[in-house]
């Protein structure tokens, strides 16, 4: 059995489905670029929180990560998306 067999085969027994994204139709192809767009938001909204942590932190808990308070101060005043 050649390797494309084996593939077709793997797929028709309920193996993972890996369809190219042209292979998609419509529908298909728009829930993957919703997904896409829902994680990029997500990281974005991650980093922000992250950013206003570090402007919470005290000077001694600045200390202990090794970031001073104006680094902090400037890294959290950067907007979401940078």
Known sequence: MDTIETIRYARAAGGAQTEPLAHRGFVGR???????????????????RGRLALLEMTD???KDIGVS???AH???I???WE
Do not use: P
Not at 32 to 44: E, F, G, K, P, T
């Open 30 to 48: 728009f829930v993957v670029v919703l997904r896409s767009i829902a994680r990029q938001i997500d990281r974005m909204l991650e980093r922000r």
């Open 74 to 76: 400037r890294e959290g």
């Open 69 to 71: 308070r104006c680094d």
């Open 60 to 62: 001694e808990q600045l």
């Open 78 to 80: 950067r907007a979401f």
